[in-house]
């Protein structure tokens, strides 16, 4: 599984980390090991602009997904993991606002770390077609959410 992270925010963030857990996510959710992820950090400029040229909405947003092809069957579960003939897929792009993240962290009274995880793991679940407009979208990805980040953080021993 590839994942690139790319940091023009201008914040420290533990690009690490958030590689390591959107491997996590993407192995439990059993994304096909050929997949490919981009997950991007800007800064609230950047992301305003994004916000507002592909949502209509204005102002910086925390998180934003960009899906890029298609998941095709063997991609997610039911396929092969070790099918050799299996094409990579590009998941998409995953855009991150650490500034956003460090107020809606403080506003939530934990870390800015623990926020980009949480919005890290939703916009991989869009990228995944999971959606929450309705209450049984919401009820669904929002506990797929909740057991990710709990089993990444219990194999990371916090």
């Known amino acids: 599984m ?4 790319v940091n023009e925010s201008g914040v420290p963030v533990d690009e690490t980390a958030l590689a390591g857990l959107s491997r996590h996510v993407l192995d439990g959710m ?3 090991p ?22 209509d909405e204005p102002g910086p947003t925390d998180v934003l997904s960009f899906p890029m092809d ?11 993991d070790d099918d050799e003939d299996a094409d990579p897929a590009l ?6 606002c ?3 993240a460090e107020r809606q962290a403080r506003d939530a009274g934990h870390g800015t770390g623990d926020e980009l995880e949480l919005l890290c793991t939703h916009g991989i679940l869009h ?7 309705e209450p049984d979208e919401h009820k ?9 980040l709990t089993s990444w953080r219990e194999k990371r021993g916090g």
């Open 2 to 5: 590839t994942v690139e992270v």
């Open 140 to 148: 669904e990805m929002f506990g797929l959410q909740a057991e990710l």
């Open 127 to 133: 990228l995944l077609g999971f959606d929450h407009a």
């Open 98 to 100: 650490p500034a956003v």
């Open 70 to 80: 298609e998941l095709r069957p063997g991609h997610l579960s039911g396929g092969s």
């Open 34 to 55: 050929l997949a490919e992820l981009s997950i991007l950090l800007v800064d609230e400029a950047a992301m305003t602009e994004l916000h507002e040229k592909w949502m």
């Open 91 to 96: 998941l998409g792009d995953v855009v991150l």
């Open 30 to 32: 059993r994304v096909h």
